[in-house]
T-cell receptor
């Protein structure tokens, strides 16, 4: 299996621009998670989906952030407009959802820099 | 709510030294416990896990035992290598949820 795929790996943008991060989960996995990692706040769960439906978005920092999962093989995290404080590494992870408390498989991350 | 507390890093050791990274948790239910490792520039990878009390997870020479009485899941390795240099995260996932609660991570640096 190819593992969780994220693109782009690096993104540099200017404040105010729209940013879209992409994720392809492992085939057959029912759960998809978006995380943000910073030095100050560590690893934060932003949102997660089950069978393409958002289940818990309580970690989304504000209305500038939105996430979608139009089908089982693709998800996006969008920031509009972006701000310098959004600079972080964003990870996508998926899990099979076979019975709860499953292993999560992480992608390589997207390093976002907002100037 | 549920939480995970890890020892502060960085931890610096010489090659072949013994490693312990402490992890304690609080949970309302009966969680599964995990250790993940993050190498520079990469995503997190599962290192080991345990799903019930007294279970021992092990992988690549690392071990951790689920201690319900002390609510702990300390990571140990008898002889570290330079290639073990990474950030280690303790995490829990409680029964009935698919969410993880992660600790803040502990950076390990192993010197040759």
């Amino acid at each position: 299996d190819a593992g969780v795929i994220q693109s782009p790996r690096h993104e540099v943008t200017e404040m105010g621009q729209e940013v879209t991060l992409r994720c392809k989960p492992i085939s057959g996995h029912d759960y998809l998670f978006w995380y943000r990692q910073t030095m100050m706040r560590g690893l934060e769960l932003l949102i997660y989906f089950n069978n393409n439906v958002p289940i818990d978005d309580s970690g989304m920092p504000e209305d500038r952030f939105s996430a979608k999962m139009p089908n089982a093989s693709f998800s996006t995290l969008k920031i509009q407009p972006s701000e310098p404080r959004d600079s972080a590494v964003y990870f996508c992870a998926s899990s099979p959802g076979t019975g709860g408390r499953d292993t999560q498989y992480f992608g390589p991350g997207t390093r976002l820099t907002v100037l | 709510g549920d939480s995970v507390t890890q020892m502060e890093g960085p931890v610096t050791l010489s090659e072949e030294a013994f490693l312990t990274i402490n992890c304690t948790y609080t949970a309302t239910g009966y969680p599964s416990l995990f250790w993940y490792v993050q190498y520079p520039g990469e995503g997190l990878q599962l290192l080991l896990k345990a799903t019930k009390a007294d279970d021992k997870g092990s992988n690549k020479g690392f071990e951790a035992t689920y201690r319900k009485e002390t609510t702990s899941f300390h990571l140990e390795k008898g002889s570290v290598q330079v290639s073990d240099s990474a950030v280690y995260f303790c995490a829990l996932s409680d029964l009935g949820t698919y969410k993880y609660i992660f600790g803040t991570g502990t950076r390990l640096k192993v010197l040759a």
